[in-house]
């Protein structure tokens, strides 16, 4: 059936071409033709693929296409090879790639994209991808909006609700963010928080909860007036991933760090107004020396350290952890630390001392001894690692922090505390069925399950379920189908502040949902559906990320 499809692209496409060829018109949108004459795009064309590429493709292709987790995207390689090439037989087998995914990690585009858009980025990636504006200290400041100054928000909660346990949960699609009590599971307020939004994070009080979005986009929600309110906003870049805030005895939400994808910078802000403070490009020599200079190095993971004034940003294509000292924000004081490459996402060890974080591509983590900023260790675990922030449990093997893979079913538990087999790979298990594509684990220190999805699995009896293990045994407990009148593919945890109940998420699918689970007896608590329950993706209570419980 695949080969029927692919020969029926190609006819469509030679076809294509032979009518581009044929009707070529002298007007001001008149296709440009590359290198082998038979590619061709018109600037609209140009203008919707970038958005598409960016919106889509550039979280693994990098933004100038020279590839990071996913390969290089350009139609000559800049080693000089012809990579994608400009052919229309290649625009044709390019189809296939992006209608079918990968057995590397990339998802089938078809059904999300139109055929069209299809069509489209088969062309697009055969030309020189557009270049980046510039973005710096100006356009930040230009978009920086204070909504509600500092002076006339409200000194205390204007509400007898516990905002410890309130949620901030991403509704992706929809480039909204929707705060839900998690005492009483009332929804209450879904803002416009911009597009994708990608994750949240806490001021250190936990009075102010941060988005920061694909497009770059960071909005400030304070929780403390009657419904949670947008207080201000700004644009650190076109795209990113990650924020944090300062969390440090005395610097307690007093700034908060940016890191780009595009442009590939650190930006750090004032946290009660988001009026910028500075900005640290990232590009420099990749970590295994001084042979290759990267442009595009951007920033992954970050996390705030309780222990120093520091941050720890993860330099994704350079292979370098950055520590930050933001005592002097205007100026700040960066150690890179070398390390395996591409930095991707991460988390503490339970004592906060330790920060654990995946080399993707390199199939490693790599521990970081953050007050000494060194390097502990670099631990071979598995094909794709990805931790989301990781997660701590305790048994008679040690203290365990886990991470789950994306190209395996595996499991790896790596022993955090000192003695016999510190930092070494203690165990290895399998979650249900075959194949990789978990993307998170979750536990909770009054807990005794773990957590773990299998959202980028291609089969659907396994993505849209998740397994819960017994901390103790590391045996299997239940495996979790989606509950009727849910479908989707299930993603990410997060614990309520007692500890007691776990909230999953369910998108891409017809009848998305928030499932919260009693984490005693593994029974439905509750199931949050309705109109505004759009796609969801990350939830993150109030108390457990304001202290990285996790
Ligand atoms: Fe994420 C965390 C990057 C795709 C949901 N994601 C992160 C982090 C990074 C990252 C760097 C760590 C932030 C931190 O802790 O500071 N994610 C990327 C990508 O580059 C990638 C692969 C492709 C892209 O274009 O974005 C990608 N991520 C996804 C998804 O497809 C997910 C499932 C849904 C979505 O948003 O599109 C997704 N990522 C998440 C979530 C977290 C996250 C929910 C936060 C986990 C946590 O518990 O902290």
Redesign the pocket.
């Known amino acids: 059936m695949k080969k029927l499809n692919l020969l029926i692209v190609l006819i469509a496409v030679a076809t294509l071409s032979f009518s581009c060829k044929k009707d070529k018109k002298e007007d001001s949108n008149e296709p440009k033709q590359v290198a082998s004459n038979v590619i061709s795009i018109t600037d609209a064309e140009m203008e919707k693929g970038s958005a598409i590429f960016f919106d889509?493709?550039?979280?693994?292709h990098g933004s100038s296409r020279k590839g990071a987790?996913g390969p290089h995207l350009l139609p000559i390689a800049p080693e000089g090879n012809n990579y994608l090439g400009t052919t229309v037989l290649k625009a044709a087998g390019l189809r296939a790639f992006i209608e079918n995914g990968t057995p590397g990690g990339m998802p089938e585009w078809k059904g999300i994209l139109t055929e069209d858009e299809i069509e489209l980025m088969t062309r697009f990636l055969q030309v020189d991808p557009p270049a980046i504006p510039p973005y710096g200290m100006k356009e930040m400041t230009a978009s920086w909006n204070l909504i509600i100054p500092v002076a006339d928000r409200p000194t205390k909660p204007q509400h007898k609700r516990n905002i410890d346990n309130y949620f901030g949960v991403?509704m992706?699609d929809a480039g909204k963010v929707a705060i839900i009590d998690g005492d009483t599971k009332e929804k209450l307020v879904v803002l416009k928080t911009g597009f994708?939004?990608?994750?949240l994070r806490t001021s250190a009080s936990g009075r102010y909860i941060y988005s920061v979005g694909?497009d770059g986009r960071i909005t400030m929600i304070d929780t403390y007036t009657d419904v949670p309110s947008i207080v201000a906003e700004v644009k650190g870049g076109f795209d990113a991933?990650?924020?944090?805030v300062s969390k440090f005895k005395g610097f307690e939400d007093k700034y908060l760090v940016f890191?780009g994808?595009s442009p590939s910078h650190i930006a750090i802000i004032d946290a009660q107004t988001l009026e910028p403070l500075s900005i640290t490009p990232t590009a420099g020599n990749a970590c295994d020396g001084d042979k290759e200079y990267i442009e595009e190095a951007r920033v992954?993971?970050?996390?705030a350290s309780h222990t120093d004034p520091v941050w720890i940003c993860n330099i994704?294509e350079r292979g370098m952890v950055a520590i930050v000292d933001y005592t002097d924000p205007r100026s700040p004081k960066i150690t890179e630390i070398p390390s395996a490459r591409f930095l991707?996402?991460?988390?503490f060890d339970s004592t906060g001392h330790y920060f654990l974080v995946a080399a993707n591509a390199s199939n490693k983590i790599v521990v970081i001894d953050v007050p000494n900023k060194k390097l502990v260790k670099i631990i071979e675990t598995g094909n794709t690692p990805h931790p989301?922030?990781g997660t701590n449990i305790k048994n008679d093997l040690g203290n365990l922090w886990v991470t789950s893979h994306l190209g395996e079913n595996k499991l790896s538990f790596i022993k955090t505390n000192p003695g016999e087999n510190q930092w070494t790979v203690v165990k290895e298990i399998k979650a249900s069925g075959n194949g990789g594509g978990a993307?998170?684990v979750k536990s909770h220190p009054k807990s005794k399950h773990l957590w773990v999805d299998r959202?980028l699995n291609p089969d659907a009896t396994l993505n849209s379920a998740v397994d819960v293990f017994d901390t103790n045994t590391l045996e299997l407990k239940k495996t979790l189908k989606a509950p009727e009148g849910v479908d989707g593919r299930a993603?990410?945890f997060?614990y309520n502040k007692a500890g007691d109940e776990v909230w999953v998420s369910y998108?891409m699918g017809e009848k998305s949902a928030i499932v919260i689970y009693n984490d005693k007896d593994l029974t439905i608590k509750k199931i949050i559906q309705g109109d505004w329950v759009e796609n969801p993706?990350?939830k993150?209570n109030v108390y457990n990320t304001t202290h990285d419980i996790?």
């Open positions: 889509r493709c550039a979280g693994c987790t991403i992706r994708a939004v990608h994750i694909r991933r990650s924020v944090e890191g994808y992954a993971s970050i996390v994704k991707h996402d991460g988390g989301g922030r993307l998170f959202t993603v990410h997060e998108f993706t990350g993150f996790y």
